[in-house]
């Protein structure tokens, strides 16, 4: 009875220290998935910024519906849509807000840049300062999500609207 009791209890040891373990390396892999996904999804904004910068420094900067095309291609060929909705399926509410927020300002440069494409002009500067704002919130609760220690993110809080004469 004795050797019994024992291969039970060592094999239920066993059963539990290998369910402790998949866990573990379950939510190593999730994370790392969601630490994946960030990095896409910042890097698409950060792509749409500059790839809409791009359209109105060229030279022979285009103008009406060829201005709004080449913006509308600036941004949607980014990838942003298509990792928001990767992000709906890997993260919390919390971070799914804020990226819609940083989508939102994105967004709202093209359309300042549609009516002005002037990257020196005010409106462009506070619509950028925006952006920077909402991506700044984002990544410091994307870095909080992945358990990432240290000071938080500069550029929190941080407006950067030029300087008014």
Known sequence: MGTLAGAVVGVSSALIAERIRWRRDQARDESQTRRVVYSDFLMALSRGHS???TVVLQPDCSTGDRLYGDLHQALDGSGIWRLRQTLSLTTSAEIIRLAVGACNELTRMRDVLIEDPDVRGDAYFRVRADLWRENAH???AMRKDLGMGGPPDPDV?????????
């Open 138 to 140: 984002l990544r410091e």
């Open 51 to 53: 790839d809409m910068r």
């Open 157 to 165: 809080g941080q407006y950067r609207y030029p300087a008014t004469s």
